[in-house]
């Protein structure tokens, strides 16, 4: 049996009222919404908070998948009108723009903020500004913008796919990511470090991300996550395209595996009474 045809059969099953099955798909699922939705919202704890909305979606719209595409990419479009919508989290409240970011780099401010290490090693605080920066960076793209630029550079979805969960077409995809890549490149250039040639430096700005709470010696989140890549998430990747230098750092980012509160939230949600009322009015219906 073919790995499209054992998806079917699960699909049957959750849909007619298999919690094991319904439970496998989520799973199957949630790191891909965990990690775009990462990108999308910018900080874990809203990440994780999408993800359960998302998801929650997903199974109550189970029955109205048609099969006309994989089921990747079905949860791909569900997730991506979420959060393309989404006005929930941290920078929902707090917007931030390509323009207020690079004040902020350039204004030196890291200079009057003293030790605040707690005798944390710099090369563990340096990984975490890193990895946390470069989900920061992906804010001042509009809602629209960022989800192409993950789609076609973290993702690397084939642009056919891109399109179809966009709705639109693959020739307008690949000229807007091209676009959004160019606009991503200039910022890099001019601030990030990791460019090569940004002013911006991680090391430099360690105590200044502890004062704003961008990250905490005592809790290094991103690195307790397990990784893995993007590949292992998705299938829909297209290996051969070829990404700009600059792209390439943020391509270079590892996906994250969701945290076990996910999957126990999963286990807890099917296991309810909540999850009986949903399926009788929604899933079956």
Excluded at 20 to 28: D, K, W
Excluded at 134 to 150: A, G
Excluded at 206 to 228: E, K, T, V
């Amino acid at each position: 049996m073919s790995n499209s045809d054992n998806e079917k059969e699960l699909i049957e099953k959750a849909v007619s009222g298999s919690r094991e099955a319904l439970q496998t798909l989520l799973g199957s699922v949630q790191d891909m919404v965990f990690n775009l939705s990462l990108r999308m919202l910018g900080t874990i704890p809203d990440a994780e908070d999408a993800t359960q909305e998302i998801l929650i979606r997903v199974m109550t719209h189970l029955s109205s998948f048609r099969k006309e595409s994989s089921l990747t990419t079905w949860v791909f479009r569900i997730a991506v009108n979420y959060l393309r919508s989404c006005r929930k989290g941290m920078f929902a409240e707090y917007p931030l723009s390509f323009e207020a970011y690079g004040a902020d780099i350039a204004s030196g401010r890291e200079r009057d903020v003293p030790d605040m290490t707690a005798g944390v090693d710099e090369t563990l605080l340096e990984r975490e500004l890193k990895l946390s920066c470069s989900n920061v960076m992906l804010q001042c793209l509009d809602p629209e913008s960022r989800c192409i630029y993950v789609l076609g550079t973290m993702f690397r979805l084939d642009s056919r796919i891109a399109a179809e969960i966009l709705e639109t077409t693959p020739e307008a995809y690949r000229q807007k990511l091209s676009r959004i890549r160019k606009k991503m490149a200039s910022f890099l250039s001019e601030y990030c470090g990791l460019s090569g040639t940004g002013v911006c430096s991680c090391k430099r700005r360690i105590n200044y991300a502890i004062a704003s709470r961008r990250i905490g010696p005592a809790h290094l989140d991103f690195q307790s996550m397990d990784r893995c890549a993007y590949e292992e998430i998705v299938s829909c990747t297209d290996a051969m395209e070829q990404l700009d230098d600059l792209s390439q750092i943020f391509a270079g980012f590892p996906a994250y595996r969701a945290r076990e509160k996910t999957t126990e939230w999963i286990r807890n949600l099917l296991a309810s009474q909540n999850f009986s009322a949903v399926i009788d009015r929604e899933v079956l219906s």
